[in-house]
């Protein structure tokens, strides 16, 4: 089964946004629908120590596997 490459530098500057308007006060949902094997954890738990090192997100406290 051919597989294509996906970018993730989008899908982290998502999270970053949706991050941003948490902290701005804005509410916010995040849904990940794929078929498996896409990398929707890999793309979490890039994010979550993402989190734990950007001063910025540091607010943030993610539970990813």
Known sequence: ??????????????????AAGLFA???GALA???IAGMGKTSLLGAFS??????????RLRLDAP
Do not use: I, Y
């Open 25 to 27: 006060g804005r509410g």
């Open 32 to 34: 990940l629908d794929s």
């Open 49 to 58: 120590r993402l989190s734990a090192e950007d001063p910025g997100l540091r």
């Open 1 to 18: 089964m051919r597989t294509e490459f996906v970018d993730r530098v989008e899908h982290m500057a998502e999270l970053r946004e949706l």
